[in-house]
């Protein structure tokens, strides 16, 4: 990973390329291809898409988010049918701790093509106990992820000490520390002082809660010394 924070968009198939110059303007590192998302899942469609992305010359991370995890409801054999499509143009697959039948599959692929596995966790409602947190760090780590991301819901300034002081006791490893909703906001900026290594923003319309929109956050980055 780069030493500086790296900025990412999550996108869906709606007017991609306006959104892709718009990022680029605003120097956002990577986007986040949101295939769960997008009208149409045809093979071909979604590489074509992902092919466009890589035209920009922007950094990828691909997901097919599942429904549990704030995606849709596609089957298994099919989410590993557009994993193994994408691959090729991805930089990262992103695959949930959650989706037991294949993300250790998804973890394999990446690897043998020689790109980079992101295991994910998210909770909307809240922030586990630490031990659970715990067990979540050192499970996707089991697996094999270059890249372990959780995203929780904070309901409190608790959830978000005890966020950051986890974060910063598994920073050997490479992290992505979400805190989402209002109360959360701080987190995408100030996890990266704990060892996160990666932020999510928007343009127009925020994939999550609490996602700070691009301009604002590449601000809030250089005023505290992020970016240059």
């Known amino acids: 990973m780069e030493n500086y924070p790296l900025v990412v968009l999550p996108i ?12 680029i303007d605003k120097k956002i590192d990577m986007v986040e291809l949101r295939i769960d998302q997008f009208s ?23 997901t097919v988010r599942s429904k549990s995890e704030g995606g ?14 994408v691959v090729e143009y991805a930089d990262i697959l992103d695959v949930e701790l959650t989706s037991k039948s294949i993300n250790k ?6 690897k043998d093509e020689g790109k980079l596995s992101l295991v994910s966790y998210h909770d909307f409602e809240k922030t586990p106990e630490n031990e659970e947190i715990q067990e979540i760090i ?17 309901n409190s300034i608790e959830d978000i000490r005890r966020l950051m002081c986890i974060t910063a006791k598994n920073s050997h490893r490479k992290l992505v520390a979400i805190g989402m909703g209002e109360l959360g ?38 005023f505290y010394g992020l970016r240059s």
Not at 12 to 23: H, M, Q, R, S, Y
Not at 40 to 62: H, P, Q, R, S, T
Not at 139 to 152: H, M, P, V
């Open 12 to 23: 869906d198939d709606k007017d991609i390329e306006k959104t892709l110059a718009i990022a």
């Open 185 to 222: 906001k701080i987190t995408r900026v100030a996890g990266f002082f704990f060892g996160s290594v990666l932020t999510y923003t928007y343009i127009g319309r925020a994939f999550a809660p609490g996602q700070i929109e691009a301009g604002k956050l590449i601000e809030e980055l250089k």
């Open 40 to 62: 149409n899942l045809d093979i071909g469609y979604v590489v074509e898409k992902a092919k466009l992305v890589k035209k920009y010359e922007m950094g990828m991370i691909a």
């Open 72 to 85: 849709s409801d596609i089957p298994d054999e099919i989410r590993m049918k557009i994993f193994e499509a």
């Open 105 to 110: 599959k998804v973890v394999e692929l990446a």
């Open 138 to 154: 050192d499970a996707s780590a089991q697996l094999g992820a270059d890249i372990i991301k959780y995203a929780f819901k904070i």
